[in-house]
C-alpha cells in the first residue's frame, strides 16, 4: 500500500497540492478510477443472502481502493513514460467479476438471480477533472448558480493536490460571495405540519471516530474505507447489534435519544499527523491531515408543508447523500455547503470560501418519506424517499419527520493561489478514488429514540410547536433485552401525485434550513429550522388547521398491527444486521476476514409505528401509584355515599 505522505501542502513535496498524476496516456493529468456501483444495482436482496452480498460489496471497495493505491504508486513510473494501465486495470476487472459472480450465486441460492451485474466489472481510468454519471453539469453551484473560470484561482493547477495527493484541488472550491441565491421554500398548505423537535448531542467533543459504516458495511472493519463523526450513540461500530445499540450510552441531552448520527470528518490539509495516520481509513488511504472538530451541530426534525407525519419506526436506517457521487453522478448527491450569514445559497459540488467573520456550513436533509414496511432496503434507499416539489410523497410512501443536521466549522478560507501553503485546503474524508469532492459528502441516521419520546416529537410537530429534547421527560424505553421484535407490514396508502422516484437536488424546490442565513433579518424561518442559531424557526409556532393525513396519507391513529407477509413484489423487510462476533484484536484484519464477518439473518421490528413510534412491546405497567390512581375514585364514592346517609338518618330523626 502506498505511504501517506504528511508533509505540509506549503512544501511543494511529493503528495503537495502542486503533485502530479499521470493519465493512461501518460500526459500529466490527474486521473482517478471509475467502477460501476453494484450495491446502487441491488434493490432486492433475500435475508439468507444479506451476509454474503455484504461481504462481497465491502471486497469491491476494498479492490478498488488497492487499485487507485497502484495509480498512486505509479505516478513516478508515468512521468517517465513508462505507464502500463492494463497492469492495473486487467487484474482489477478479474478481481471483481470474481466477486460479483460470487454475490449473484449468493442471491441465486434463495432468490431469483440478478441479470447483468457482470457487465459492471470492468472499470475505466478517467482525469479527475471529470463528473461522473450524469455529473456533466457538475461544475455549476447548487441550482445551476455556475461558478465563472476567473472566480476560481489556481484553476490551472495540475495533479491530485491536497496533503497526501489525492485532493482537494482549487477546481473544488466557490467564493460564496458570488452564488446567486437558490434556496426556494415548497408552498405549505393549510394542513402542514409546522413544528420542530431539536435534539442536542453535542459536536463529538469526545473524539469518537472510526471508518466503519454498520449500516453499509455491517460486520466489515474499515467499510468506510474513511473515517466519520459520531455523535448520540457511543457503540455504533461495524459490529454495533441492534441489542449494542439500545444498550449504548448517548451523547445527546435526552438519554431517551440513542440514535446514532454520523457522518465523514472534516480534515485541514495542514501536515498534522492525526492518531489515524498509519491506519486503514486514515493516513493510509489519503485522510491525511488535522480533524477538525464543529463548532456546533444542530439536530432538527420538522414536519411536512402538505399535512402531518407519523412516526418513524425503531431502527429505522437513512441514508442521504453518495459517498461514490464523483464516479456515481449526482443523482443521490444531497449534501449542501454554504456559510453562516449566507445560507439563501447552497453549493453541492463545491466548498465554499466564506468571507473573514463567517464560518463553513454542511447541511444534511435526510428522506422525509417512508415505505411504511422497511426499516433498511437491500440499497439502503429504496425504503425511503424524498418528498418532491410540493412537499407530496411518492405513492405508497408516508410522512415522517425529516432530520435536518446543520454542521459548523470555524475555519478559514484557503489560500488556492498558492495551493493552501498560507492558509490550508479544508476537506471530508472521502474513499481515496473519491478524491476528497464536496458532492461525495453524505449523514446517516439510525433512529434509536425512545416510543415515548418519538410520540412526543410527532405530537410537538404535528401540533405546530418549537420543541427541545431537552426540556421533555426522558422515555422510559422499551426493555432492550427485548430486541428489535416485529415489523409489521404496513397497509399502503392512496397513490398521491407526484414522482415516486424522484431524488431531488437541493434546490429543486425542497426547502432548505436556514435559508435565510444566520445573520439576517427577517428570516421567517416558519418552516424550518433557523440555521442562525440553536433555535428552531422564528415562526412555526402556529398550530395546523385540522388533523390530516399528511403527505403520505398515513393515518396517525393508532392502528393494530398485522402480520400479513407483504404483496408479491414487494421489498423484503430488513432490520439491522447483528454482528456475533468482533475481531479478537484491535488490529486491521486482511480483506478476507475483514469481509467475511457473520450477519446472521435479522428480526423484524416493532409493533405499528404508524400508532406514535410505539415499535418494541411496552414494560408492564402498573405499581403502588398506578394501583392508587385508579383506586382513589371509588373509595371518594364510598365516603359520599357513606356521608348521604348520614345525613338523611339525621334528617329523618328530626321530622319524627
Not at 148 to 166: H, L, V, W
Amino acid at each position: 500500500m502506498v505511504a501517506n505522505v504528511y508533509a505540509s501542502a506549503t512544501d511543494g513535496g511529493s503528495g503537495g497540492a502542486n503533485s502530479t498524476l499521470a493519465n493512461e496516456a501518460g500526459a500529466g493529468t490527474a486521473t482517478t478510477i471509475d467502477c460501476p456501483d453494484v450495491g446502487e444495482k441491488l434493490t432486492e436482496v433475500p435475508d439468507d443472502a444479506r451476509a454474503d452480498v455484504d461481504k462481497g460489496l465491502a471486497l469491491l471497495d476494498q479492490q478498488v481502493t488497492e487499485a487507485y493505491q497502484q495509480l498512486q504508486q505509479s505516478a513516478g513510473a508515468a512521468q517517465d513514460g513508462d505507464f502500463d494501465a492494463d497492469a492495473i486495470m486487467t487484474p482489477l476487472q478479474e478481481q471483481r467479476t470474481g466477486t460479483i459472480e460470487r454475490i449473484a450465486a449468493a442471491i441465486d441460492r434463495t432468490g431469483e438471480r440478478p441479470q447483468g451485474l457482470e457487465d459492471l466489472a470492468a472499470c475505466t481510468l478517467r482525469p479527475a477533472g471529470d463528473e461522473g454519471g450524469d455529473g456533466a453539469d457538475a461544475g455549476q453551484g447548487e441550482n445551476g448558480g455556475s461558478q465563472d473560470d476567473e472566480n476560481q484561482p489556481g484553476e490551472g493547477q495540475t495533479g491530485n493536490g491536497g496533503q497526501a495527493g489525492n485532493g482537494p484541488v482549487a477546481a473544488d472550491y466557490a467564493d460564496i460571495t458570488t452564488v446567486q441565491p437558490n434556496v426556494q421554500k415548497p408552498p405549505q398548505q393549510a394542513k402542514a405540519s409546522r413544528g420542530s423537535f431539536t435534539t442536542s448531542c453535542g459536536v463529538n467533543e469526545q473524539g469518537l471516530f472510526n471508518s466503519d459504516n454498520v449500516i453499509v458495511a455491517p460486520g466489515v472493519t474499515n467499510g468506510a474505507h474513511h473515517f466519520h463523526d459520531y455523535v448520540g450513540n457511543q457503540a455504533n461500530d461495524a459490529f454495533a447489534s441492534d441489542q449494542d445499540l439500545a444498550n449504548a450510552e448517548t451523547s445527546c441531552e435526552n438519554p431517551g435519544d440513542k440514535s446514532s448520527y454520523y457522518w465523514p470528518v472534516l480534515r485541514l490539509q495542514n501536515g498534522t499527523v492525526e492518531q489515524d495516520a498509519e491506519a486503514p481509513g486514515g493516513g493510509i488511504e489519503g485522510n491525511a491531515g488535522e480533524i477538525v472538530t464543529p463548532a456546533q451541530v444542530t439536530l432538527t426534525f420538522v414536519g411536512s408543508p402538505v399535512g402531518e407525519v407519523t412516526a418513524m419506526p425503531r431502527l429505522l436506517r437513512i441514508i442521504t447523500g453518495d459517498a461514490k457521487a464523483f464516479v456515481n453522478g449526482t443523482t443521490n448527491a444531497n449534501a449542501s455547503w454554504s456559510c453562516t450569514g449566507f445560507e439563501d445559497r447552497q453549493l453541492k459540488d463545491k466548498y465554499p470560501l466564506c468571507p473573514s467573520g463567517s464560518d463553513v456550513v454542511r447541511t444534511f436533509k435526510f428522506q422525509s418519506c417512508w415505505d411504511g414496511r422497511n426499516i433498511d432496503s437491500a440499497n439502503h434507499r429504496t425504503h425511503v424517499a424524498f418528498a418532491d416539489a410540493a412537499g407530496q410523497c411518492p405513492a405508497g410512501f408516508r410522512a415522517i419527520p425529516q432530520l435536518v443536521q446543520r454542521i459548523v466549522y470555524d475555519v478559514d478560507a484557503p489560500s488556492l493561489n498558492d495551493g493552501g501553503r498560507t492558509t490550508p485546503l479544508f476537506a471530508v474524508d472521502s474513499f481515496p478514488e473519491q478524491l476528497h469532492k464536496p458532492v461525495t459528502d453524505h449523514g446517516d441516521f439510525i433512529n434509536v429514540f425512545d416510543e415515548d419520546l418519538m410520540g412526543e416529537m410527532v405530537d410537538c410537530i404535528n401540533g405546530g410547536r418549537q420543541c427541545d429534547s431537552g426540556d421533555a421527560e426522558p422515555g422510559s424505553g422499551a426493555d432492550p433485552d427485548e430486541g428489535a421484535g416485529e415489523q409489521p407490514t404496513a397497509t399502503p396508502e392512496e397513490p398521491q401525485d407526484g414522482n415516486p422516484g424522484e431524488q431531488p437536488d437541493e434546490g429543486n424546490g425542497e426547502e432548505q434550513p436556514g435559508d435565510d442565513g444566520a445573520d439576517k433579518p427577517g428570516d421567517d424561518g416558519a418552516e424550518q429550522p433557523d440555521d442562525g442559531a440553536d433555535q428552531p424557526g422564528d415562526k412555526g409556532n402556529e398550530p395546523s388547521a385540522e388533523p390530516s393525513n399528511g403527505a403520505g396519507g398515513a393515518d396517525p391513529a393508532p392502528s393494530a398491527p398485522t402480520e400479513t407477509a407483504p404483496a408479491s413484489g414487494a421489498p423484503n423487510v430488513y432490520a439491522s444486521p447483528s454482528a456475533t462476533s468482533r475481531p479478537s484484536d484491535t488490529g486491521a484484519q486482511d480483506d478476507s476476514d475483514a469481509a467475511a464477518a457473520e450477519v446472521p439473518q435479522e428480526e423484524e421490528s416493532g409493533s405499528d409505528p404508524s400508532a406514535s413510534g410505539q415499535t418494541e412491546p411496552q414494560a408492564v405497567q402498573g405499581g403502588l401509584a398506578d394501583t392508587g390512581a385508579r383506586l382513589w375514585p371509588a373509595a371518594a364514592g364510598a365516603v359520599l355515599l357513606i356521608a348521604g346517609f348520614v345525613l338523611l338518618r339525621r334528617t329523618a330523626r328530626r321530622s319524627l
